[in-house]
């Protein structure tokens, strides 16, 4: 039960992550595409400028989680998928950096160089998460040793380069509508039609991938056995109209809120379709990790789930009332600060 | 090299960058929140203009501490997967802890901080100056917690195949974890106010905004003389735990290899790591070595040579180090001494100003050297007497350990000159009117 309750929390900290850092990767992969100007690209940066920190961090947490509650898949998942987290990492650092170093000295060469980082930065860590996410629904070769044997390159199968594509275009409709809410006259137009033109390659895809999954990997037979769970993937495609219906009438919150309740259910979707696994082995169902066999004792799993009830909550409290705070349009270079 | 070797260079070229950039978080952040205090408690502008100018240096670098900060986070399942698997159970809990009571609250704030100016009150804006300078010293309690267990195990049972966790109030009341927290942060302070003394001696020497480095110097100084003194007292606390808890490195930080009482301690000493003896020993200092690691001029130190060749750590670069620490720890509070002396007429003292220019490196390689000593010195272990350092790599290729390496150092040294151009240009700048 207990080990059940920390597969969830986990599965709602990668769901939470790739809502929030979705609309900063978004929006730095759009920069080189709808920006226009210098003013329009520092709206940009801005407008994810308070928050990709503190986005940040849920992917720190969910490392972390997944370290505290279930040691022997943290190693392996992550000394497995080794090359391609170092990539990720290091997009990720650039990214950051660019943010606070971009405007501090006036000069293009300065300014491009940073810019060309924080767009990589965003378009390999969406792409990387989603080839890693759809390989782990897939599985890996893992052996009894509980060693991934696989190599960076055989991630980079069809089915895993599908999910990248689809990561990319949803945090890029997810990226669109947020730049939707901060910036004003044309940009915002602009972030409006780009989201308009995207939400259908986002139907394709996500439609595609379902399929893909449903013939390449087990995930469904959850769904199968318990029916009421589809009702997960009737909120993801519930969340992806409300995307489009509130963007037709000009609501951007409400349209953001439709495609972060969209991810966040794609997210649940893959995990809940794993449990009990975390990570499959395609060699041999034995050796996969499971919830019951990789987790920590349940001393800890108590302790832990004490501390995540209480701060949890908490961080989703002051992230919010900080969104709520920030998430206001841009007016004029008096709003920028980087 | 062996995967072992580059795993180890990895991290420490990681840990290390990082650390170059933590500290003064740590510090700087605590003083910029006090003057922010001051400027919501006075309405005077020259708190305002204070906060900002040593915020925006503050900002360059929390950004580079921030993003190398990620890579640390995953370290352990990369390149130390079984050390990983084998201690997850109580390490991973301390280090989630760390994440989810301190980064959200240190990474939403500096967010709020940062765009909040106009926004928030003066008041509201120096409670999110401290809420980023709580929650980046609670970061420090819960990883130096998390290196605690490393350095003495504590609270834990064997089952299973690994350490599971049996008390959790012994992992987070470890004596060791609570000196070395008291010792970084200690420490930490003394970068902060040795960084703010250096820039505003460079300016005050050239005559710029002088009440405003008068007053910057002046705060650092009362908070650098303070922390200088613990860091020095507790140091030798410290010290004291060190030869109870994990005897080789003691004698390893002294390259002291015959046991025996009454152990001098030589000013002047050269190592021989593979002669098992030193080249070199002269103005030797009877008794000191017993008296700083037991306070007894006559108890009995163990030398290196009665610790078995395999559980000893490397003795040169631990020897290097600790002295170099020491040596850097008794230079700062002389240095911070004749500044309290002189407070009031510091721009009489042009030669004392410079110094202080060049003494903002100081901190900052005494932390490095002190963290060298506390980890080099735990070899072989990676959890002191529990788990080797060569048992708990990854499986992984040399080739992609080999790979990472070149490509964080390559990455971190663009970074790292980068930041420090910017930190120049906008220390030598000055404050702009705010």
Known sequence: ?338 | MDVLMLSRLQFAAATMFHFLFVPLTLGISVLIACMETAYARTGKDVYKRMAKFWGKLFLINFTLGVVTGITLEFQFGTNWSRYSAYVGDIFGSLLAIEATAAFFLESTFIGVWHFGWDKLSPRAHAISAWLVAGASNLSAVWILIANGFMQNPLGYEIRNGRAELTDFVAVITNPWAWNQFVHTVSASFCVATFFIMGISAWHLLRKQNVEFFQKSFRLALYVGMASTAIVVLQGHIHGNLVAKLQPAKLAAMEAHWETQTNAPMYLLQIPDEKGEKNLVEALPVPGLLSFLAYNDFNAEVKGLRDFPAADRPPVSITFLAFRVMVGIGTLMPLLMLFGLLKRDELTSYPLYLKAMIWAMPLPYLGMQAGWAVTEVGRQPWIVYGLMRTSDAVSPIAASQAGASLVAMVLLYTLLGAAGAYLMFTFARKGPVDA
């Not at chain 1, 730095?28 to 920190?53: I, S």
């Not at chain 1, 606070?100 to 969406?126: H, I, M, Y």
């Not at chain 1, 990561?167 to 972030?191: N, P, Q, Y």
């Open chain 1, 1 to 338: 039960m207990l080990e059940t309750i920390w597969f969830l929390l986990w599965g709602v900290l990668w769901a939470v992550y790739f809502v929030l850092d979705g609309f900063d990767l978004g929006i730095g992969t759009l920069m080189p595409f709808l920006a226009k100007n210098e003013y329009e690209k520092r709206v940009m940066y801005n407008a994810g400028g308070p928050f990709w920190d503190g986005n940040e961090v849920w992917l720190l947490s969910a490392g972390g989680v997944t370290f505290a509650a279930f040691p022997q898949a943290y190693a392996t998942m992550f000394s497995g998928l080794y090359s391609a987290l170092m990539l990720l990492l290091f997009a990720l650092i650039l990214r950051g950096v660019s943010f606070e170093f971009r405007g501090k000295v006036e000069n293009a060469t300065w300014k491009s160089v940073w810019d060309a980082c924080q767009v990589a930065g965003s378009f390999l860590p969406a792409l990387l998460l989603g080839v890693a996410f759809a390989n782990l629904f897939h599985g890996l070769p893992i052996n009894e040793a509980h060693v991934n044997t696989g190599g960076l390159f055989d991630l980079l199968n069809p089915y895993g380069l599908l999910g990248g594509v689809f990561f990319v275009a949803m945090f890029c409709l997810h990226g669109a509508l947020w730049l939707s809410i901060r910036a004003t006259g044309e940009l915002k137009d602009r972030a409006m039609a780009t989201a308009c033109k995207l939400w259908p390659a986002v139907l394709v895809l996500v439609l595609a991938f379902l399929a893909y999954t449903f013939v390449n990997t087990k995930l469904f037979t959850n769904y199968l056995a318990n029916p009421h769970l589809f009702l997960i993937l009737v909120a993801a495609v519930a969340g992806l109209v409300m995307a489009r219906v509130y963007l037709a009438q000009g609501q951007a919150w409400k349209a953001w809120g439709g495609s972060a309740v969209f991810i966040a259910c794609v997210a649940l979707f893959g995990v809940v379709g794993l449990y009990p696994a975390i990570l499959i082995s395609t060699l041999n169902p034995a050796w996969s990790l499971t919830i019951h066999n990789a987790s920590s004792s349940t001393l800890t799993l108590k302790i832990m789930l004490g501390v995540a009830l209480v701060f949890v909550p908490l961080v989703i409290g002051y992230q919010a009332w900080s969104i709520m705070t920030f998430g206001k349009p841009i007016n004029s270079e008096h709003d920028l600060e980087y």
